[in-house]
């Protein structure tokens, strides 16, 4: 009986052992992708720039547009729209070359970052609202 739990135990730590390295490759890459692709802009802290880029910091715009943020990063944006009550009209292209589980690191780092405490996404969730995309 002690040698079926030793093993079982044994098991165990392998397989968390490598589900862990599979995670690691990963990490922080929600913090890599903002830097390479929306920093330029939307400034390190994600303050903006004032007046014509919105800020990321602490915006409304994340909560009140969740369902479309995901096609927002894929095909980028044109026309007016308000954050934090400022009105903005400085196109935004999109990062086409992204695939959805960079899309969903990304989204999760700027809903989790910049003092936004917004709610996570899910692969399924990000999937779902790309298929949703006004065609482009």
Do not use: W
Request: charged letters at 20%; hydrophobic letters at 35%; one cysteine or more.
């Amino acid at each position: 009986m002690r040698k079926n739990k030793l093993l079982t135990a044994f098991i165990g730590f392998a397989l968390l052992a490598t589900l862990t390295q599979c995670f690691t490759k990963k990490k922080n890459e929600g913090e890599k992708l903002y830097t390479a692709n929306c920093a330029s802009c939307h400034m390190d802290d994600g303050s903006g720039l004032r007046g014509v880029i919105p800020p990321i910091a602490g915006s409304d715009y994340l909560v009140k547009h969740r369902r479309s943020l995901a096609c927002l990063i894929r095909h980028g944006q044109a026309g007016e729209i308000t954050v934090n009550g400022q009105k903005y009209n400085q196109a935004m292209p999109g990062v086409e070359h992204l695939n959805d589980g960079q899309i969903l690191n990304l989204l999760n780092y700027i809903q989790t970052n910049f003092g936004n405490k917004n709610e996570r996404y899910t692969l399924v969730e990000v999937k779902s609202d790309l298929e949703i995309c006004p065609s482009h």
